[in-house]
């Protein structure tokens, strides 16, 4: 019997590699979508920067605006856009799941491997909070900066990943004519099935 979730991440895995290869400039940028607690959507594009059976994982300050809202509603929507695929229109990748938090040690071994300026700039950020102007950021940057000269930048402690659990994966696969092909893997009382959509 094929294992469903096996033969999902598979398929992601190859669009993923066809996308790299195509020469996307930014084949894992998704667009991220969570609901705040008044119910109002809200989209941003996010890289994503792992992933495996357990889901896909992004990094963001847990008090931005997504981190606020996945701490009152931990669920949310993932969407991939790939153009330019070899034999194929273009292809989208939906998936929505339930949200967790990554443990200590992957945030620490992915802070680990970020360019320092990216590190002092996590530090740096209040992000998604008013700012008065840009040479205040650059102040708190170059502050940080000093704070930590000629030693290793730690990760803040509001700074981490979220992995997004899957529940559905659907392939969507641009035609002529918009006679597109779905493919729709969805979890429904913990087991995975596999069915065709109309586009």
Same mark, same amino acid.
């Given at each position: 019997m094929t294992d469903l979730h096996t033969e999902a991440l598979t398929t992601f895995t190859s669009l993923l590699a066809e996308a790299k290869a195509a020469g996307d400039p930014e084949p894992t940028a998704m667009t991220l979508a969570t609901v705040?607690?008044?119910?109002?959507p809200s989209a941003r594009t996010v890289l994503l920067?792992?992933?495996?059976?357990?889901?896909?994982?992004f990094y963001t300050n847990f008090e931005s605006r /997504?981190?606020?809202?996945?701490?009152?509603?931990?669920?949310?929507?993932?969407?991939?856009?790939? /153009?330019?695929?070899?034999? /194929?229109?273009?292809?989208?990748?939906k998936i929505e799941g339930t949200v967790e938090p990554v443990s200590a040690a992957e945030a620490d071994a992915y802070f680990a491997s970020r360019p320092r300026p990216s590190q002092i700039g996590a530090w740096a950020s209040l992000q998604s909070q008013t700012l008065d102007s840009r040479e205040t950021f650059e102040a708190r940057c170059a502050s940080f900066d000093r704070e930590y000269e000629g030693r290793d930048v730690p990760r803040p402690p509001h700074w981490s990943g979220f992995r997004v659990v899957p529940e559905l994966i659907e392939f969507w696969y641009g035609?002529?004519?918009?006679?597109?092909?779905?493919?729709?893997?969805?979890?429904?009382?913990?087991?995975?099935?596999?069915?065709m959509l109309y586009p």
């Open positions: 705040a607690r008044n119910g109002r920067k792992a992933f495996d059976a357990r889901g896909f994982v /997504k981190g606020r809202q996945l701490a009152i509603n931990p669920q949310a929507a993932l969407l991939f856009l790939w /153009k330019g695929l070899r034999g /194929k229109e273009h292809v989208q990748v035609a002529k004519f918009r006679l597109h092909e779905r493919q729709r893997y969805e979890r429904v009382d913990g087991v995975w099935n596999r069915r």
